[in-house]
């Protein structure tokens, strides 16, 4: 009976088959479900980079375009590019020079610069389009011989005075209705090329500062479209990023913060 017993305490052919079948089924299926997670995770990582790089991207062309020479804003390049001027300084003035005789008398509210880093920068009242900004126009005047007044104890005050009033003299420099303006230099401009984003001052060499873009346009209102934008000082911009088959769209309405 022993002998007989010890038989039949093994696998047959058709049990190891099965369990091996079972096993590998088994295996499969742990090894999809790892495959699974980690493309899983794998597309997260890669979304979370995208969206990082956008809103990034989008923040800060917000941030400048905000903080910009109202109607400074060019768009051009059928929508791919636009371009403004950033505000360096902003302030106010008192009255504007009738005569080359008379000072012109500013302060700026935004920080209080010294005479070294006036001197050379750009000056413009009451801008109404991109071209008052152009240092050939009378309405923007470049600031040389930048003082600081002094007052009758000879201490220096807020106040700066500038050489330049002569150039007051065309008579295309309007009263701003709240008395202010803008200090500027640079032109700034933002272009889609393709599928990268890049920013470039005056005529320097672009820089990149986004990619993996789709699609993407400006638009300032100056279509017929459109001309509430121009209005209501905004500046739309639209991109959609694409990577492999992640895409984010952003549609987004910038308004200018400054008025002339």
Do not use: W
Not at 123 to 151: E, F, M, Q, R, Y
Not at 159 to 188: C, H, M, P, Q
Not at 215 to 240: K, P, Q, Y
């Amino acid at each position: 009976m022993s002998r007989l017993n010890r038989k039949h305490q093994g696998f047959t052919l058709i049990e190891l088959v099965v369990t091996m079948v079972v096993m590998g089924i088994m295996v499969m299926g742990i090894a999809g479900f790892i495959e699974l997670g980690t493309k899983g995770y794998a597309d997260t990582v890669d979304r979370q980079a995208l969206q990082n790089q956008a809103r990034f991207v989008v923040e800060r062309m917000t941030r400048e375009i905000r903080h910009s020479v109202p109607n400074s804003f060019t768009v051009s390049d059928d929508g791919h590019c636009v371009s403004f001027y950033p505000i360096k300084y902003a302030g106010a003035y008192v009255v504007l020079p009738v005569s080359g005789g008379d000072p012109f008398r500013f302060v700026t509210v935004s920080a209080e610069p010294t005479v070294g880093s006036l001197n050379g920068l750009n000056l413009v009242i009451n801008p109404s389009a991109p071209d008052d900004l152009d240092t050939a126009n009378s309405k923007s005047i470049p600031l040389s011989g930048v003082v600081k007044l002094n007052d009758s104890s000879g201490n220096e005050t807020p106040i700066y005075s500038t050489e330049t009033e002569s150039d007051f003299d065309a008579g295309n420099v309007t009263n701003s209705v709240g008395n202010r303006l803008y200090i500027y230099k640079e032109k700034v401009q933002y272009c889609i090329s393709g599928p990268i984003i890049t920013r470039q001052e005056d005529n320097g060499n672009p820089a990149q500062i986004g990619q993996d873009v789709a699609s993407g346009s400006f638009n300032d209102g100056t279509d017929s479209g459109s001309a509430s934008l121009s209005r209501s000082g905004l500046v739309h911009m639209s991109f959609l990023f694409q990577r492999g088959d992640e895409q984010s769209q952003y549609d987004d309405d910038v308004q200018v913060l400054n008025v002339p």
